[in-house]
């Protein structure tokens, strides 16, 4: 997917150019405003992501330029600003997704993800990892058939990890995540639900689909022989 | 009167200005007509005797009697009396029949004569006296036509009064009226908007400029605030950013020995604490320079309380702390879902961290009027009383035990996001038996004027007797 990142600060364009990457995007990487708007509304692109405080034109500027002439390319905002207001001004305009700094990496891969396939095929509610389901519509949890009862909490947890299966998280990611940086006390409570959802998921199967990454976090998947 | 609007106060005052104008005016009026008539009257009766002692002056001196056809013609029909100078009556005119003129000093002068009132002209020569009665009927007649008159334009004068007053406090108070409206559109929404200059340099102008310069400091304190928010957010999270990639592109890293991971993961874990923080602060300024802006709907605060309480449960759970909750199966509340469960995941957690070991955390709901009240209390070392007005106050904390983590900004953010819901928080009460904080939200279907917003730095009402805990076990 090509990406188009409008982004001033130069080590924080380095790191998502870089993260992109790995993942697998060609990116443009444009540091002043005007540049970026002449960019993004004379190249296509799959996705753009936006800095708003950027030197030359305003992020909202641009992305109502690009929004007056037609161009639906899914645009994801990237603030300081993580107003209420700010974010709805920035949904009001066009944008498709909104990402307060400082974000995780992967959390920007993820939603990078999210708009390149929300343009193509519907998102199929159901997530699966070896015979573990989900349903994102009915939050039905079934384990080899079998329905697994969860408390609202171990359902938000167990929704990340799967949502990132196959990639280590650390805690701080699932905090955020879940919690919206609102424990402000410690980690030590993912543990815990990390230590029921192993309960309820993986103590009667044969094989454990919550792994330990030791020193860093969980990842969710069939271990690898 | 005090509850009158001023331009009815000034239509009265008014009205009464008007009634005193016209009192001091009849009186004037009704001196000023009796002086002149009177000295009509006297002019005449002073015309008329004269006329008749030069009609006697031919008599011999001395005469012994006057009839009627010595008199001239002037003198008919008015009464008359010609004595001697001794007294010794010597005409009478026959329609004074025996009533007497009063003996006075030979001056003129008035009189009553029957009901009447005369007026009496005394001229004396060559020994003879002539007095000539002229009725001053036309006085009392003309001060009777004055008092009605009067009287008779009195509902006039009190209309016109009345409503002139009023009209024109209604005019001069019009420049008033409109800066009050334009001032009220003034909010923190537009601060940047002014008073209209009237053009006439009167008093309303110089209101208008001190408004106007209010406005405007206000304005630039405003914007300062906000700008150090948004300058200070950049400046802060921009490095943050940085860090968290930096560390999270050395985690994704293959390779890496376990411990190099574990102390990355701190690193990452406190630039997630600094990011929290950031937030909290930035919040809190936003909150100083304005207050932030919530938009409650109708939200169930029992998933979210719900949530809590099993956060709660697990982070308690290596204390032995115990929950208890008295909840419905469902409630609606007027609620920002996201900044609800903030405030009350802040709430729970500090019942956990302040409780004792094996305590108890008490979680409840209740309506009281035109709110619903969440309770949740701890029984943990109660807060000391010269601590609990500065509990909300950014990094107070109820005590001094910094081994505790947290940066103390907690309850003051929570008592924002509320305020900013139009609900609040509270502390309740901080002894032996419990420390109990209370979350007021709205009521859906309350009108907004019902939930006013709660001023700052309110002090937290605490009842004089503990109330006696409502609160069912666990899992009931």
């Known amino acids: 997917m090509k990406v188009l990142l409008i982004e001033d600060e130069a080590k924080i364009a380095s790191y998502v150019t870089k993260a992109l990457t790995r993942a697998g995007h060609i990116v443009t990487a444009i540091a002043d405003g005007q540049a970026g708007l002449i960019a993004a509304t004379t190249d296509p692109y799959d996705v753009i992501v936006l800095d708003l405080g950027l030197p030359g034109r305003d992020g909202l500027e641009i992305l109502g330029a690009v929004r007056d002439r037609s161009i639906s390319t899914p645009v994801l905002i990237l603030t300081a600003r993580g107003d209420v207001k700010d974010r709805i001004a920035g949904l009001n305009r066009g944008a498709d997704d909104y990402l307060a700094k400082p974000f995780s990496m992967e959390e920007l891969l993820a939603r990078v993800n999210v708009l390149t396939r929300r343009k193509g095929e519907d998102a199929s509610p159901i997530l699966r990892v070896s015979d573990l389901v989900m349903n994102e519509t009915t939050h039905i949890v079934t384990r080899d058939g079998k329905t697994v009862h969860l408390s609202q909490r171990e359902y938000e947890v167990l929704h990340f990890l799967m949502l990132n299966s196959g990639r280590t998280v650390t805690r701080t990611e699932i905090c955020e995540h879940v919690w919206k940086s609102a424990l402000a006390n410690d980690t030590n409570a993912v543990d815990v639900y990390i230590q029921r959802l192993r309960v309820k998921i993986d103590e009667d199967a044969a094989e454990k689909l919550i792994q330990t990454v030791r020193g860093t976090g969980y990842v969710m998947g069939a271990k690898k022989p | 009167m005090r509850t009158l609007p001023l331009s009815a106060k000034i239509a009265l005052w008014s009205f009464a200005l008007a009634i005193m104008t016209m009192g001091i005016g009849y009186s004037i009026t009704a001196y000023v007509l009796r002086q002149e008539i009177v000295s009509v009257v006297q002019q005449r009766a002073e015309r008329i005797s004269k006329e008749i002692l030069g ?340 990094f107070a904390r109820g005590d001094r035990d910094e081994s505790r983590a947290g940066h103390g900004l907690g309850l003051s953010i929570a008592r924002e996001l509320a305020i900013a819901q139009r609900g609040d928080v509270r502390l309740v009460r901080s002894d032996a038996e419990a420390t109990e904080f209370e979350l007021l939200l709205g009521l859906p279907g309350a009108k907004a004027s019902d939930n006013p917003l709660i001023p700052l730095l309110t002090p937290a009402p605490r009842p004089a007797h503990p109330r006696p805990a409502r609160a069912l076990p666990f899992g009931s």
């Not at chain 2, 709660?312 to 008295?326: F, M, P």
């Open chain 2, 55 to 394: 009609a006697l002056d031919h008599l011999p001196p001395n005469p012994t009697a006057i009839t009627k056809d010595m008199l001239p013609k002037s003198a008919s029909g008015i009464p008359v009396e010609i004595t001697t100078a001794g007294g010794e009556s010597l005409y009478r005119t026959p329609a004074l029949k025996n009533k007497t003129f009063s003996d006075r000093p030979a001056t003129p002068h008035e009189t009553m004569v029957g009901k009447l009132s005369y007026y009496v002209e005394t001229q004396e020569q060559r020994g003879l006296k002539v007095r000539v009665a002229l009725p001053l009927t036309q006085v009392d007649t003309s001060l009777r036509r004055l008092k009605v008159a009067s009287l008779a334009a009195l509902p006039f004068v009190t209309l016109l009064s009345l409503l002139g007053g009023y009209w024109v406090a209604g005019r001069a108070l019009r420049p008033v009226r409109r800066i009050t409206e334009a001032a009220a559109r003034i909010t923190a929404e537009d601060l940047h908007q002014r008073l209209p200059l009237p053009a006439a340099r009167d008093e309303i102008r110089k209101l208008t400029n001190v408004l106007n310069d209010a406005f405007e400091r206000l304005e630039r304190s405003y914007l300062q605030a906000m700008r150090f928010a948004s300058d200070a957010s950049h400046q802060l999270k921009t490095p943050l950013t940085v860090m968290r990639a930096a560390i999270e592109s050395l985690l994704a890293d293959a390779g890496l020995r376990p411990e190099q991971g574990t102390v990355l993961n701190d690193l990452l874990e406190q630039t997630r604490r600094l990011s929290s923080l950031t937030e909290g602060l930035l919040l809190l300024a936003r909150a100083d320079a304005g207050g932030i802006q919530a938009q409650p709907d109708e939200t169930d605060v029992i998933p979210i309380l719900e949530r809590c309480i099993e956060d709660a449960e697990v982070l308690g759970s290596n204390a032995g702390i115990r929950i208890e909750k008295d909840l419905p199966n469902r409630f609606n509340a007027l609620a920002d879902p996201g900044r609800t469960e903030q405030i009350l995941l802040n709430l729970l957690e500090n019942a956990v961290k302040y409780n004792r070991q094996g305590g108890v955390i008490r979680v409840a709901l209740d309506e009281r009027g035109n709110k619903v009240v969440i309770t949740v209390s701890n029984t943990g070392v109660p807060i000391p009383p010269e601590r609990m007005p500065w509990i909300f106050d950014r």
